[in-house]
């Protein structure tokens, strides 16, 4: 769509333009008046670049001027060339321009006006035929008096901002106009570009024919918060429009409008991001002149074909766009069946990103042997690639990421002669690599990673001479891999293979690669014992990942001195014992050179002092150094690292007073200092300003004092973890200060770290067992302070972390009761209260922790009835072992037993069942006085009543007499 968007405008520019060139090839000199006139215009110019040098009294000719071109018969200024470049041009447009009486083509697009309005008088410039003032930062009404200029044939005063994925539009040089009927004076317009320009409230779809000029060949009205589209409304006099650009528009209507397909010149259409739903008309697939169609970002859902209709329109289709789209479960052989009916498709590029299409991909594709582009990422799509694809010797891209294809690559895939990109990662592809890709003779980027691919990496590879980047990361591949997979590989500069199972097997020790590498990524591959040699050739290295790689040796002295550039460094799980960290970070390089973001150097068998010199160091973001043995104190110019984000130094030997610089870091988000030596208290975090700690943990060392109340000032905290320390003193009432826990703020599920380039991480001990979180660790909310010495009672405001869902105080001395409002906490998941001192009964509220799944209330002297409660009676009974609980599911019942006093076991276990003992005693009088009174009344009751219970007796003596008569007989 782009590309023919150009061509249109390039055919035009060399259809309206006298001449091309910026010197004018005759003899005939400049008018004087005119040279005046631009040194004018110039003075009130900024020219950052000095691109107007020749602008000058003394160069007398100004038709030689940089931008200027003259009539060849007149010498008159016909034109003027100052498109922005690198260096834009600023300040202000002189009026003196009027002078140029004979100007047809004004050029002052991409430059930085600074917000400056365009001036009312370029309308009086009426010899114009080409205005372009696109692009230039200019802000306010774009000027009604542009509608003098009736012999314009382009205006382009397009303001949107274009990066890669986004459309976006700077409110701070928004241009607007007041009404458009201006528009209707401009008789010859053939190009109008306003995209960009806020036209919703003036803009009427009825009105639209009047207001157009039925010139107009190239329409571009994209991003202009258009009114949606009413009924009936169409463009019937544009019959000349070859292309027409409405995308970005929220038009919120059902379909798209079906008069588009009457448009019989149009060529190009574009109505991406409109928000159009339903099926795309037949119609408008079956315009005689479409060339390309962009109708991607809507929610569009299938393809209406016309009855007894031949394919024969849609085969002149080149480039269709119907990306992020929902033709949910339809296969691409559904959607496009008129397509591939083509005898001859003339399509090269078909796109269906993230459209929900699924099924397999068509053989058909193959017989499109105009293709180009192929983007089917992010759908559905399995099976595997069809033979047939190796006839696209055209095809220069095939996206397939993100699908569900199996099976292995088709040999055929070598026979594509024109490929530069094959992007097919995360799939399911299997099997081996055919050795025909060592014919794509033209590939540039090969991309098959997080596949099932097996078997060896096949030695073909070396000889695609344009590779610069492969990516088979995240494979089954094994074997040996030699120098001469990398023969040919002279354009490599990222090479990413890890998590395969490859070994790199160099005869020669001297070998030198035939590439410069800018990323090296082979983790997990069997590269040592010594260190790579080959590496010290390759100084554009920015991130080198030697991870798990078997190495086990010093580093060489030429590594920090050879690559310079280096700023993403991965050695960890390898067996750097015999490294001397002073050589290592205290080299002598100039601090300015030192420009490493990330290091990890974690488990590589590390010891000794770190050395005091990281203040060379200062662009480093992350660090770890973890499961090390690492001695002595943290060095103070590491902890004022003004830029760290993450330090992790878990698992070794480090010991000393915790610098007080880390818990005042505006810049870091996360702090493991777990399982050390280190001593003294807390440090206290300064001032009021809050920081962006989201994860502490400090368990496992010998701290000792009181928790600070000041550690609630680290507000952004989600993960607090002192745990097994010396920690004395109460607990703190003021956690309700930690807004993620409470949820006054809401939770990023990844915690982002150096420009969003990692994910943070942290080890936390949860039941018992050590678990890493890394991409839902800004989910995980997490307070532990068990295995210390505090005292006192749990503060109620914990129950105020509505969010938290990890709670541990186990190993304290706590007292009191537990808080009555803990059923508040309805996002806890796992608590832990046990051996405490904790009294009285466990509270009813406890029954609305439905997201509980791991409780130990054990060995405190709680009483009473468990509440109950589906989630309370799951758990066993070493939950409650060590209190005086009765009920499920500990095995004791809470009915009374001998020797208790009334009430002791109760519901509830707090004190006697009021309820209960009023109701018997009620029940007692009231049973009693119905019997006895009316006996006390009246004497004939009496008289009956005790006659009635002497028969009673009489009769039940006799029955006892006559039966043991009986059994003494038959004895």
Same mark, same amino acid.
């Given at each position: 769509?782009?590309?023919?968007?150009?061509?249109?405008?390039?055919?035009?520019?060399?259809?309206?333009?006298?001449?091309?060139?910026?010197?004018?090839?005759?003899?005939?000199?400049?008018?004087?008046?005119?040279?005046?006139?631009?040194?004018?215009?110039?003075? *009130?110019?900024?020219?950052?670049?000095?691109?107007?040098?020749?602008?000058?009294?003394?160069?007398?000719?100004?038709?030689?001027?940089?931008?200027?071109?003259?009539?060849?018969?007149?010498?008159?200024?016909?034109?003027?060339?100052?498109?922005?470049?690198?260096?834009?041009?600023?300040?202000?447009?002189?009026?003196?321009?009027?002078?140029?009486?004979?100007?047809?083509?004004?050029?002052?697009?991409?430059?930085?006006?600074?917000?400056?309005?365009?001036?009312?008088?370029?309308?009086?410039?009426?010899?114009?035929?080409?205005?372009?003032?696109?692009?230039?930062?200019?802000?306010?009404?774009?000027?009604?008096?542009?509608?003098?200029?009736?012999?314009?044939?382009?205006?382009?005063?397009?303001?949107?901002?274009?990066?890669?994925?986004?459309?976006?539009?700077? *409110?701070?040089?928004?241009?607007?106009?007041?009404?458009?009927?201006?528009?209707?004076?401009?008789?010859?317009?053939?190009?109008?570009?306003?995209?960009?320009?806020?036209?919703?409230?003036?803009?009427?779809?009825?009105?639209?024919?009047?207001?157009?000029?039925?010139?107009?060949?190239?329409?571009?009205?994209?991003?202009?918060?258009?009114?949606?589209?009413?009924?009936?409304?169409?463009?019937?006099?544009?019959?000349?429009?070859?292309?027409?650009?409405?995308?970005?528009?929220?038009?919120?209507?059902?379909?798209?409008?079906?008069?588009?397909?009457?448009?019989?010149?149009?060529?190009?259409?574009?109505?991406?991001?409109?928000?159009?739903?339903?099926?795309?008309?037949?119609?408008?697939?079956?315009?005689?002149?479409?060339?390309?169609?962009?109708?991607?970002?809507?929610?569009?859902?299938?393809?209406?074909?016309?009855?007894?209709?031949?394919?024969?329109?849609?085969?002149?289709?080149?480039?269709?766009?119907?990306?992020?789209?929902?033709?949910?479960?339809?296969?691409?052989?559904?959607?496009?069946?008129?397509?591939?009916?083509?005898?001859?498709?003339?399509?090269?590029?078909?796109?269906?990103?993230?459209?929900?299409?699924?099924?397999?991909?068509?053989?058909?594709?193959?017989?499109?042997?105009?293709?180009?582009?192929?983007?089917?990422?992010?759908?559905?799509?399995?099976?595997?690639?069809?033979?047939?694809?190796?006839?696209?010797?055209?095809?220069?891209?095939?996206?397939?990421?993100?699908?569900?294809?199996?099976?292995?690559?088709?040999?055929?895939?070598?026979?594509?002669?024109?490929?530069?990109?094959?992007?097919?990662?995360?799939?399911?592809?299997?099997?081996?690599?055919?050795?025909?890709?060592?014919?794509?003779?033209?590939?540039?980027?090969?991309?098959?990673?997080?596949?099932?691919?097996?078997?060896?990496?096949?030695?073909?590879?070396?000889?695609?001479?344009?590779?610069?980047?492969?990516?088979?990361?995240?494979?089954?591949?094994?074997?040996?891999?030699?120098?001469?997979?990398?023969?040919?590989?002279?354009?490599?500069?990222?090479?990413?293979?890890?998590?395969?199972?490859?070994?790199?097997?160099?005869?020669?020790?001297?070998?030198?690669?035939?590439?410069?590498?800018?990323?090296?990524?082979?983790?997990?591959?069997?590269?040592?014992?010594?260190?790579?040699?080959?590496?010290?050739?390759?100084?554009?290295?920015?991130?080198?990942?030697?991870?798990?790689?078997?190495?086990? *040796?010093?580093?060489?002295?030429?590594?920090?001195?050879?690559?310079?550039?280096?700023?993403?460094?991965?050695?960890? *799980?390898?067996?750097?014992?015999?490294?001397?960290?002073?050589?290592?970070?205290?080299?002598?390089?100039?601090?300015?050179?030192?420009?490493?973001?990330?290091?990890?150097?974690?488990?590589?068998?590390?010891?000794?002092?770190?050395?005091?010199?990281?203040?060379?160091?200062?662009?480093?973001?992350?660090?770890?150094?973890?499961?090390?043995?690492?001695?002595?104190?943290?060095?103070?110019?590491?902890?004022?690292?003004?830029?760290?984000?993450?330090?992790?130094?878990?698992?070794?030997?480090?010991?000393?007073?915790?610098?007080?610089?880390?818990?005042?870091?505006?810049?870091?988000?996360?702090?493991?200092?777990?399982?050390?030596?280190?001593?003294?208290?807390?440090?206290?975090?300064?001032?009021?300003?809050?920081?962006?700690?989201?994860?502490?943990?400090?368990?496992?060392?010998?701290?000792?004092?009181?928790?600070?109340?000041?550690?609630?000032?680290?507000?952004?905290?989600?993960?607090?973890?002192?745990?097994?320390?010396?920690?004395?003193?109460?607990?703190?009432?003021?956690?309700?200060?930690?807004?993620?826990?409470?949820?006054?703020?809401?939770?990023?599920?990844?915690?982002?770290?150096?420009?969003?380039?990692?994910?943070?991480?942290?080890?936390?001990?949860?039941?018992?067992?050590?678990?890493?979180?890394?991409?839902?660790?800004?989910?995980?909310?997490?307070?532990?302070?068990?295995?210390?010495?505090?005292?006192?009672?749990?503060?109620?405001?914990?129950?105020?972390?509505?969010?938290?869902?990890?709670?541990?105080?186990?190993?304290?001395?706590?007292?009191?009761?537990?808080?009555?409002?803990?059923?508040?906490?309805?996002?806890?998941?796992?608590?832990?209260?046990?051996?405490?001192?904790?009294?009285?009964?466990?509270?009813?509220?406890?029954?609305?922790?439905?997201?509980?799944?791991?409780?130990?209330?054990?060995?405190?002297?709680?009483?009473?009835?468990?509440?109950?409660?589906?989630?309370?009676?799951?758990?066993?009974?070493?939950?409650?072992?060590?209190?005086?609980?009765?009920?499920?599911?500990?095995?004791?019942?809470?009915?009374?037993?001998?020797?208790?006093?009334?009430?002791?076991?109760?519901?509830?276990?707090?004190?006697?069942?009021?309820?209960?003992?009023?109701?018997?005693?009620?029940?007692?009088?009231?049973?009693?006085?119905?019997?006895?009174?009316?006996?006390?009344?009246?004497?004939?009751?009496?008289?009956?009543?005790?006659?009635?219970?002497?028969?009673?007796?009489?009769?039940?003596?006799?029955?006892?007499?006559?039966?043991?008569?009986?059994?003494?007989?038959?004895?």
């Amino acid at each position: 769509m782009i590309s023919h968007s150009y061509s249109w405008a390039l055919s035009i520019f060399l259809l309206f333009h006298p001449s091309l060139s910026d010197e004018n090839p005759s003899n005939v000199s400049c008018i004087e008046s005119e040279k005046f006139a631009l040194l004018e215009f110039k003075n *009130d110019l900024t020219d950052g670049g000095n691109r107007l040098l020749s602008w000058n009294s003394s160069n007398e000719d100004c038709c030689k001027w940089y931008g200027i071109t003259c009539n060849n018969q007149t010498g008159h200024v016909s034109e003027i060339h100052l498109r922005g470049s690198d260096h834009r041009f600023g300040g202000e447009l002189n009026p003196s321009l009027l002078n140029m009486t004979s100007l047809v083509y004004l050029d002052l697009s991409c430059n930085d006006f600074g917000g400056n309005p365009i001036p009312t008088f370029i309308g009086s410039l009426h010899t114009l035929t080409y205005l372009n003032l696109s692009m230039s930062r200019f802000s306010g009404e774009i000027p009604s008096q542009l509608g003098n200029l009736s012999m314009l044939r382009v205006l382009s005063v397009h303001n949107v901002y274009r990066s890669v994925h986004n459309v976006y539009r700077s *409110d701070q040089y928004a241009q607007k106009v007041k009404s458009l009927w201006w528009l209707s004076g401009l008789s010859s317009l053939r190009h109008l570009d306003m995209s960009g320009v806020t036209l919703g409230k003036v803009f009427d779809w009825s009105q639209v024919n009047r207001i157009l000029p039925s010139s107009l060949v190239e329409l571009y009205f994209s991003s202009c918060g258009l009114p949606p589209i009413r009924p009936g409304s169409a463009l019937d006099n544009l019959s000349l429009l070859s292309i027409l650009d409405l995308s970005d528009n929220n038009f919120s209507t059902n379909s798209i409008p079906s008069w588009i397909s009457s448009l019989s010149s149009l060529v190009s259409l574009n109505l991406a991001n409109c928000d159009f739903s339903g099926p795309i008309p037949a119609g408008l697939m079956n315009m005689v002149s479409l060339i390309t169609i962009d109708l991607s970002n809507n929610q569009l859902t299938s393809i209406q074909t016309m009855l007894n209709s031949s394919p024969g329109n849609i085969c002149n289709l080149r480039e269709i766009n119907l990306s992020w789209n929902k033709f949910n479960g339809k296969s691409l052989l559904e959607v496009l069946t008129s397509l591939f009916k083509c005898e001859s498709s003339k399509l090269e590029s078909l796109r269906f990103a993230a459209s929900g299409l699924s099924g397999y991909l068509p053989p058909q594709l193959g017989n499109m042997k105009n293709l180009v582009h192929i983007d089917l990422n992010s759908n559905s799509i399995s099976g595997s690639i069809p033979d047939s694809l190796g006839n696209l010797q055209s095809l220069q891209t095939l996206e397939l990421k993100s699908n569900s294809i199996s099976g292995p690559l088709p040999d055929s895939i070598g026979r594509l002669s024109s490929l530069l990109r094959m992007h097919l990662p995360y799939n399911s592809i299997t099997g081996p690599l055919p050795d025909s890709l060592g014919r794509l003779s033209s590939l540039e980027r090969l991309d098959i990673s997080n596949n099932e691919i097996n078997g060896t990496l096949p030695q073909s590879v070396g000889q695609l001479t344009k590779l610069m980047i492969l990516n088979i990361r995240n494979n089954l591949l094994t074997g040996v891999v030699t120098e001469d997979h990398f023969a040919n590989l002279t354009s490599l500069t990222n090479l990413l293979a890890d998590a395969n199972m490859l070994r790199l097997q160099i005869s020669a020790n001297n070998w030198e690669p035939p590439f410069r590498l800018q990323i090296l990524i082979l983790n997990s591959w069997s590269l040592g014992p010594k260190f790579p040699s080959w590496l010290q050739n390759q100084t554009n290295l920015s991130i080198l990942y030697l991870a798990s790689t078997g190495i086990s *040796d010093n580093i060489p002295s030429w590594f920090s001195t050879t690559l310079l550039s280096l700023q993403y460094l991965n050695l960890s *799980d390898n067996n750097l014992s015999s490294v001397s960290l002073k050589d290592l970070f205290c080299s002598k390089i100039d601090a300015e050179q030192k420009q490493v973001i990330y290091l990890n150097l974690g488990n590589t068998n590390l010891s000794g002092v770190l050395p005091d010199c990281w203040g060379a160091w200062g662009t480093l973001k992350l660090l770890n150094f973890q499961n090390n043995n690492l001695t002595g104190e943290i060095p103070r110019s590491l902890a004022r690292l003004s830029m760290l984000e993450s330090l992790n130094m878990r698992n070794n030997k480090l010991s000393g007073e915790l610098p007080v610089n880390l818990m005042n870091s505006k810049s870091l988000q996360i702090i493991d200092l777990s399982e050390n030596r280190f001593i003294g208290g807390i440090p206290i975090p300064m001032g009021g300003e809050g920081t962006n700690l989201k994860v502490l943990s400090l368990h496992s060392n010998t701290l000792n004092g009181k928790i600070p109340d000041e550690i609630c000032r680290l507000d952004s905290i989600q993960t607090l973890i002192l745990a097994n320390n010396n920690l004395s003193g109460e607990v703190p009432n003021c956690f309700h200060n930690f807004s993620l826990m409470t949820g006054k703020a809401n939770p990023n599920k990844i915690v982002l770290l150096a420009g969003n380039e990692f994910m943070g991480s942290a080890w936390l001990v949860l039941k018992g067992r050590e678990i890493g979180y890394s991409s839902n660790l800004g989910l995980v909310t997490f307070l532990d302070l068990s295995g210390n010495d505090l005292s006192g009672v749990i503060p109620s405001e914990i129950t105020r972390l509505v969010e938290l869902k990890y709670l541990n105080f186990s190993g304290n001395r706590l007292t009191g009761r537990m808080p009555e409002k803990i059923g508040d906490m309805k996002e806890l998941e796992a608590l832990d209260l046990s051996m405490n001192e904790l009294e009285g009964m466990v509270p009813l509220s406890m029954s609305s922790l439905s997201f509980l799944n791991w409780l130990n209330l054990s060995y405190n002297n709680l009483t009473g009835r468990i509440p109950s409660s589906t989630q309370l009676q799951s758990f066993e009974d070493w939950s409650f072992v060590g209190n005086r609980l009765c009920g499920a599911p500990v095995r004791l019942g809470c009915e009374r037993r001998q020797g208790e006093k009334v009430g002791e076991v109760g519901e509830g276990g707090g004190g006697p069942d009021w309820r209960l003992v009023i109701s018997i005693v009620v029940g007692f009088v009231v049973g009693f006085w119905i019997v006895v009174a009316p006996l006390m009344v009246s004497k004939a009751w009496r008289v009956s009543y005790f006659q009635f219970m002497c028969d009673i007796w009489y009769k039940f003596y006799d029955f006892v007499v006559k039966y043991s008569s009986n059994k003494n007989v038959s004895l």
